[in-house]
């Protein structure tokens, strides 16, 4: 304890005077620096104010100042409108239609031949005139009576059972699936349908038939549907119009069942030729166009189904040329878009035969895309191979069409497994291209290209060449 310092009762007398510490010497901290700093700093300016206040003008230095401004609002404008035309391209690409063409328009009344003669069949003669069945059944009630034995199964049961099938109530069955409005009679007449076209392990027909679903009624109910496929002028309603959504226009109701008969129609070539070779690449043509219509995206697999019967339906020695007919018939009808691209992927089959479909549908198509009259491959490679990615101009929409169609070309088929330089030059031009279009090249499709490009290199790097069907290199 020092001997200076206060007891402790000393500490708690109010009387007693109060130690006050001892002072300290100021410490200058940072803070304090700098409110000085910027003290002095306000000061050298309002002396620098007041000096050029006090100068004589200088005229000479107001027309820089002003030159200096007007050069920085001129490098800002150019800065802005840079930014403009880069969000422009950037947003260019939502200009681009979706896939998508107008495949029917507005219906037209169903040409229903007039008299089919069911009444007069002898299946239901023996119905009005068997009195043990326990039913007085009139003859003007015939065709009601058919129609629920056909939705409850029982009319296929009887066909089976006799083993025949009368040209009127074939004729009146295909009638009820290509125009009747009632669902359950569309499905019933559709199987209906699927069962006499069947084959046993004999190759032979399950039932007696002699009335036959023929190209000429066929054509004439999706003609009915308001097919347009076929119309002059049709490439001009693409995927603009569809965008649109008129809902005025649309898929047929029948369509599933009229594509189910053009089906079994296909699967009994062996017993039963129904179509020509000019009809079945008819009936391909509007199968493979039915594709493009986005109301029936919910029916892929029973149009991948026809497709497949469609393509099969042809012998050997008929199908290269019918191949060639209905390849070139499609190409004339599509636009060079998203739409022809749509139609190439849609052809999903491994077999020899989808190969060869495919081949040719995108063969055609670069031949018209160029003006070509001769589909020769190296010289449609070597027109696409010259595109450069770095010209100003160059379209890189189209290009992006191109390397799908080329790559397709090539790689569907094994008719290029010894063309290695014409591989090679295709490897190299994709190669280019997913390395001399920058990151920051934000033109029209410029970078769905680049990522193209390089997605196709890699596949083209590790793809091997199955078997399948040829073309011709020149």
């Given at each position: 304890m020092v001997m200076d310092d206060p007891l402790d009762f000393e500490k708690e007398d109010p009387l007693f005077p109060a130690?006050?510490?001892?002072?300290?010497?100021?410490?200058?901290?940072?803070d304090d620096l700098l409110l000085d700093y910027f003290e002095t700093g306000k000061d050298e300016l309002k002396a620098k104010a007041a000096k050029a206040k006090h100068a004589p003008r200088d005229h000479n230095s107001d027309d820089e100042d002003t030159r200096a401004k007007e050069k920085k609002i001129s490098e800002f404008c150019k800065i802005v409108e840079d930014c403009e035309e880069k969000t422009e391209e950037i947003g260019a690409i939502d200009d681009v239609p979706p896939w998508g063409q107008k495949i029917f328009g507005c219906q037209k009344p169903p040409s229903i031949p007039g008299d089919s003669g069911v009444e007069n069949c002898q299946l239901l003669q023996s119905f009005c005139a068997n009195e043990q069945l326990g039913f007085d059944l009139e003859i003007e009630q015939g065709e009601a009576f058919l129609e629920g034995m056909l939705m409850d199964g029982w009319l296929l049961k009887l066909v089976r059972t006799y083993g025949s099938v009368?040209?009127?109530?074939?004729?009146?069955?295909?009638?009820?699936?290509?125009?009747?409005?009632?669902?359950?009679?569309?499905?019933?007449?559709?199987?209906?349908?699927?069962?006499?076209?069947?084959?046993?392990?004999?190759d032979k027909l399950l039932v007696e038939l002699g009335y036959f679903p023929s190209y000429s009624v066929l054509k004439r109910a999706i003609l009915s549907y308001g097919y347009l496929f076929d119309a002059p002028g049709t490439k001009a309603s693409n995927s603009k119009h569809m965008a649109a959504g008129n809902l005025d226009d649309g898929p047929p109701q029948n369509i599933i069942a009229w594509l189910r008969v053009v089906s079994a129609c296909c699967k009994i070539r062996k017993v039963h030729s129904i179509f020509s070779p000019?009809?079945?690449?008819?009936?391909?043509?509007?199968?493979?166009?039915?594709?493009?219509?986005?109301?029936?995206?919910?029916?892929?697999?029973i149009l991948g189904e026809c497709l497949n019967s469609l393509i099969l339906y042809f012998n050997t020695s008929e199908w290269e040329s019918s191949c060639v007919m209905v390849a070139e018939s499609i190409a004339k009808r599509v636009t060079l878009d998203l739409n022809c691209l749509r139609i190439v992927d849609c052809i999903t089959g491994t077999d020899s035969r989808s190969k060869f479909l495919r081949s040719q549908l995108t063969l055609q198509l670069l031949k018209i895309s160029f003006g070509l009259k001769v589909a020769s491959v190296e010289k449609i490679l070597k027109l696409v191979t010259s595109i450069n990615v770095k010209e100003k101009e160059c379209d890189f929409f189209r290009l992006y069409v191109y390397l799908v169609l080329m790559d397709n070309l090539l790689f569907s088929s094994d008719a290029f497994r010894d063309k290695t330089v014409i591989v090679d030059s295709w490897r190299n031009y994709l190669r280019n291209c997913s390395t001399q279009i920058g990151c920051r090249n934000w033109r029209f499709y410029a970078p769905m290209v680049r990522n193209k490009a390089s997605y196709l290199l890699q596949g083209a790097s590790s793809k091997r060449f199955t078997d399948g069907g040829s073309i011709s290199a020149q």
């Open positions: 130690h006050r510490p001892a002072k300290r010497k100021k410490v200058i901290g940072l009368e040209d009127s109530i074939a004729l009146w069955t295909l009638t009820k699936l290509l125009y009747s409005s009632n669902k359950k009679l569309q499905v019933s007449a559709a199987d209906f349908w699927d069962s006499i076209l069947s084959i046993d392990e004999a000019s009809e079945a690449e008819e009936l391909l043509v509007i199968v493979i166009s039915l594709f493009l219509d986005r109301g029936l995206e919910g029916l892929l697999l």
